[in-house]
C-alpha cells in the first residue's frame, strides 16, 4: 500500500488549500484514513479521520468547522478540504491509512504514510 499526498502550498490567512491522498492498493473501501500534521519543533498531531464507509468522522478540536475530510472510494482518493486558514495550521500535512474500517486519532494505529505535504499560511 502507497500513499500519495498532494495539494499544499503557501496561502494567505482566511485563504483555502485542498489537500488530496491517493492510495494504491486493493480494497480502499475497507480502510479508515487520516489526516495528521507536524508542525516545526511540535509532535504529529491529529487533525481529521475517516472511516472506512464514510459514515463517521472525527476533527481535532482546533479545525472543526474550518476542515472537511472526505473519500472518493471510486477514485481510491482521501480529500481535506481546509477552509478559514490560519498561521498556526502551518506544518507538514501527512495522510494516513489503517486496516480497520473504525477511526482512531492515534497515529501509532495506522500502518500507511504517505509522504508529507508542506502547507504555509501567511499573516
Known amino acids: 500500500v502507497q500513499l500519495q499526498a498532494s495539494g499544499g502550498g503557501l496561502v494567505q490567512a482566511g485563504g483555502s488549500l485542498r489537500l488530496s491522498c491517493a492510495l494504491s492498493g486493493r480494497a480502499f473501501g475497507t480502510y479508515a484514513l487520516g489526516w495528521f500534521r507536524q508542525a516545526p519543533g511540535k509532535q504529529r498531531e491529529f487533525v481529521a479521520g475517516?472511516?472506512?464507509?464514510?459514515?463517521?468522522?472525527d476533527y481535532a478540536n482546533s479545525v472543526q468547522g474550518r476542515f472537511t475530510i472526505s473519500r472518493d472510494n471510486a477514485k481510491s482518493t482521501v480529500y481535506l478540504q481546509m477552509n478559514v486558514l490560519k498561521p498556526e495550521d502551518t506544518a507538514v500535512y501527512y495522510c494516513?491509512?489503517?486496516?480497520?474500517?473504525?477511526?482512531?486519532?492515534?497515529?501509532?494505529?495506522?500502518?500507511?504514510w504517505g509522504q508529507g505535504t508542506l502547507v504555509t499560511v501567511s499573516s
Open positions: 494516513a491509512a489503517r486496516m480497520s474500517t473504525a477511526l482512531t486519532v492515534k497515529a501509532v494505529n495506522y500502518e500507511y
Open positions: 475517516i472511516m472506512g464507509n464514510a459514515v463517521a468522522t
